[in-house]
């Protein structure tokens, strides 16, 4: 993030920060701390955690670069106060040293860590025997976050942010460049109760996968299992994982079937100007019919075969007023199955744009001439 208006110690910080923290953060918005100056050394973090966001103020002062940064917490974290008591002790605003690039990375990381830690007290003071209990069951594994929500218009209930699968997805397709480690959780909400119930009712389930996973792997397609009556969490997770592992292999093998039938629509349509070669998920073609040239965009659904790719043609020759080429509306209402060779999926597609091709140049015609 580079802008001349940032003081450049400060914007170094922020620099450090943005491209090596470990996870996805966020400058949200930027001002001046200063009256009568244009350089922005007010900024708002946005920070994971549990499956949400906190956001954090940084306030620096473009007048002293040297001197430490405050940081405000949202309102509904009044009672974070991470360094009181503390005074003797070494933390990451002992001896700042604005020179050093790193040091906005170390204190967001360590006030990161303190607020887990400060939210899971908060959890453990909670009085409801069931959470406790359900607590109790998940303190061996690791990466579990909890966070206490609540307002004035709903009641309060806790959340927790369970990681799944202790496999690196990170390495289970070749070629990846995902930045950031890729993670699958279960996303767990309790209501807080004051009275254990014998037949509790069951937590509000969901799973989450990092953005950039999806690609890949849909979560919000998986079909969670059924949560059964006295079941606790320590017994619903290895169920829910077993299946996510067979999933996760099979979304792997589907990376070779699609890459598979774009092979297949080489011979006919020529060597792609254009492809995903990781997820193969996209591809495209120049072809022609007569004088008319135009592109074939194909895109294949993860769920391919069971799921048939999306066509949209583009003409080369044709635009609209503003220089955009004319495409086709998507086209799904071509024959398939999914019983098909890849070989016979591709044939098909082909034949059917033979035909849909001098259909698409009447319509760019038409749109040309509605111009006028």
């Known amino acids: 993030m580079v802008s001349d208006r940032i003081p450049p110690l400060i914007s170094a910080q922020l620099t450090h920060l943005?491209?090596?923290?470990?996870?996805?953060?966020?400058?949200?918005?930027?001002?001046?701390g200063c009256m009568n100056s244009s350089l922005l050394d007010h900024f708002t973090l946005v920070i994971p955690f549990c499956l949400d966001y906190v956001r954090w103020d940084i306030i620096y002062n473009a007048i002293y670069p040297l001197a430490k940064p405050d940081v405000i917490f949202g309102p509904e974290d009044e009672h974070f106060r991470p360094y009181r008591g503390t005074i003797d002790s070494k933390n990451a605003l002992t001896d700042w040293n604005s020179k050093d690039p790193t040091r906005l990375l170390t204190l967001v990381l360590e006030l990161r860590d303190l607020y887990r830690d400060y939210q899971k007290k908060r959890v453990a003071e909670v009085d409801d025997e069931r959470l406790k209990f359900e607590i109790s069951t998940m303190l061996s594994r690791e990466g579990i976050e909890m966070l206490m929500s609540s307002g004035l218009d709903k009641p309060e209930e806790v959340k927790f942010a369970v990681p799944l699968l202790d496999m690196d997805l990170n390495k289970m397709v070749l070629g990846s460049t995902?930045?950031?480690?890729?993670?699958?959780?279960?996303?767990?909400?309790?209501?807080?109760?004051?009275?254990?119930?014998?037949?509790?009712?069951?937590?509000?389930?969901?799973?989450?996968?990092?953005?950039?996973?999806?690609?890949?792997?849909?979560?919000?397609?998986?079909?969670?299992?059924?949560?059964?009556?006295?079941?606790?969490?320590?017994?619903?997770?290895?169920?829910?994982?077993?299946m996510l592992e067979n999933q996760i292999r099979e979304a792997v093998a589907l990376v070779e079937v699609r890459r598979k039938f774009i092979t297949a629509l080489a011979p006919h349509f020529g060597r792609p100007i254009e492809a995903d070669p990781v997820f193969c998920r996209k591809v495209s073609f120049l072809a022609s019919s007569g004088t008319f040239a135009f592109l074939v965009h194909i895109s294949i659904p993860l769920q391919f075969p069971k799921q048939q790719p999306v066509l949209v043609l583009q003409s080369s020759q044709h635009f609209h007023s503003h220089n955009v080429p004319i495409k086709s509306p998507i086209m799904n209402d071509y024959p398939w199955s999914p019983r098909w060779e890849t070989s016979e999926m591709a044939e098909r597609i082909f034949d059917f744009l033979v035909e849909e091709c001098l259909n698409f140049k009447r319509y760019c015609n038409e749109t040309m001439l509605q111009q006028r």
């Open 18 to 32: 943005l491209a090596h923290c470990p996870f996805s953060i966020k400058v949200e918005q930027m001002w001046s």
């Open 178 to 242: 995902w930045r950031h480690q890729q993670k699958i959780y279960l996303q767990v909400i309790y209501p807080v109760g004051r009275k254990y119930s014998t037949t509790p009712s069951a937590p509000r389930l969901k799973l989450v996968s990092s953005p950039e996973l999806k690609s890949w792997f849909c979560v919000e397609e998986s079909r969670l299992p059924a949560w059964l009556d006295g079941m606790c969490m320590a017994e619903y997770l290895p169920t829910l994982e077993e």
